[in-house]
C-alpha cells in the first residue's frame, strides 16, 4: 500500500529565503508525481508534474526534483515571498490511484 | 482548474440527514475523482467514476457513502445519515489526458455537520 509522508508538516521562514520541502512514498513503482498549493478554504492548484521518466521540472520560482529509487520528491522554492503561504501537497499516481501526502503548511513572514 | 464546478461550496448538515454534493466536471471530461480531506489531515482517495460507471470506489466507506456521475448532469457524491465525523472538505476533479493523465480539481464543498 504506498504510503505519502510530507516533512515537515509545518515551516515558518523570513520573506526572502530559499527553502526545500519534502516528499517521501513508499512504492516506487509511480507514473508521475505532482506538488499542488493549497490556500485556506480553497481548493488546489498543481503546480509541477513531474513524469516518472522525467527527474525535475521547473516553473519560476518553483522547482521540484524526483528520485524514484530512493522515493523521494523536493519542491525548492527560492526567494519565498509572502504570498507562497499556503499548504503545499505532493502527490504521486499510478494508474488511477492518486495518494496525497498530509502537506506542509508553510508561513513566509513579511 | 476554474472549470471545475463544485455546489454547494458549504453545506451544514444537521446529524441523520442526507448530504448531496455535485460535482461537474469541465466540459469534455468523462472521468471524475472525489476526494475527502479531513481536518489536519491530507486529501484521501474516495471514487473514481467514469459517466454511468463506477470504475474505482475503494476509498469509499462501505455505508452510508455512494456516487454517481449519470450520463447527463453532474457527478454527485451522497452521505446519508451524516455524523460529525463526515465533516471535511470534499473535492472533485476531472481527468484530462493530455499525453500525461492531468486532475483538474474544483473548489471544494466544505461539509459541517451538527
Known amino acids: 500500500k504506498q504510503e505519502v509522508t510530507q516533512i515537515p508538516a509545518a515551516l515558518s521562514v523570513p520573506e526572502g529565503e530559499n527553502l526545500v520541502l519534502n516528499c517521501s512514498f513508499t512504492d516506487s513503482a509511480i507514473y508521475n508525481l505532482q506538488w499542488f498549493r493549497q490556500d485556506p478554504g480553497k481548493g488546489l492548484t498543481s503546480l509541477l508534474l513531474i513524469q516518472s521518466s522525467q527527474r525535475e521540472q521547473t516553473s519560476g520560482r518553483l522547482n521540484a526534483s524526483l528520485d524514484k529509487s530512493s522515493g523521494r520528491s523536493t519542491l525548492y522554492i527560492a526567494a519565498s515571498q509572502p504570498g507562497d503561504s499556503a499548504t503545499y501537497l505532493c502527490?504521486?499516481?499510478?494508474?488511477?490511484?492518486?495518494?496525497f501526502g498530509a502537506g506542509t503548511r508553510l508561513t513566509v513572514k513579511p | 482548474n476554474a472549470g471545475v464546478m463544485q455546489n454547494p461550496r458549504h453545506l451544514v448538515r444537521r446529524r441523520g440527514q442526507e448530504a448531496r454534493l455535485r460535482c461537474s466536471p469541465m466540459k469534455g471530461h468523462s472521468h471524475v475523482y472525489w476526494y475527502r480531506q479531513l481536518p489536519e489531515e491530507g486529501l484521501k482517495f474516495m471514487v473514481y467514476l467514469q459517466k454511468e460507471n463506477i470504475i474505482d470506489e475503494s476509498g469509499m466507506p462501505k455505508e452510508r457513502f455512494s456516487a454517481e456521475f449519470p450520463k447527463e448532469g453532474p457527478s454527485i457524491l451522497r452521505i446519508q445519515q451524516v455524523v460529525r465525523g463526515d465533516s471535511a472538505a470534499y473535492f472533485c476533479a476531472s481527468l484530462r489526458f493530455e499525453g500525461v493523465e492531468t486532475q483538474y480539481f474544483g473548489p471544494g464543498t466544505r461539509l459541517l455537520v451538527l
Open positions: 502527490a504521486v499516481i499510478r494508474n488511477n490511484d492518486m495518494r
